[in-house]
């Protein structure tokens, strides 16, 4: 079955740095649209950085488009987000989705993405 796992995730003050992992199974890793979400605590879940893991064709949201980078080991079928000049507003729960079988067409929705992993806690304090 499709497997997600997150890890990475901690607590660092601002202006600190973490790298998110996420180690996929369970399916064929080519052709796939990976993606980071997030989501504070009373807040809708938001896309973070996707993507195409037969390609590397890569979306970011604005927020982080200068301090986040996804990527990817395909070997190991693990995509990774580095976390730079992390803010408290970066406080969050992670996630890591896949839509399987489909091309990355922007950063999407969280309704677009079918599997997910259970999330790792990002917390920035000031």
């Known amino acids: 079955q499709v497997q997600l796992v997150e890890s990475g995730g901690g607590s660092v003050q601002a202006g600190g740095s973490l790298r998110l992992s996420c180690a996929a199974s369970g399916f064929r890793y080519s052709g796939n649209c990976m993606a980071w979400f997030r989501q504070a605590p009373g807040k809708e879940r938001e896309g973070v950085a996707n993507?195409?893991?037969?390609?590397?064709?890569?979306y970011s949201a604005d927020s982080v488009k200068d301090r986040f980078t996804i990527s990817q080991d395909e070997g190991k079928g693990t995509v990774y987000l580095q976390m730079n000049s992390l803010k408290p507003e970066d406080t969050a729960m992670y996630y890591c989705?896949?839509?399987?079988?489909?091309?990355?067409?922007?950063?999407?929705?969280?309704?677009?993405?079918?599997?997910w992993g259970l999330g790792t806690q990002v917390t920035v304090s000031a």
């Open positions: 989705a896949v839509e399987i079988d489909r091309f990355c067409y922007g950063l999407g929705t969280a309704q677009q993405y079918h599997y």
């Open positions: 993507i195409y893991s037969s390609g590397g064709i890569i």
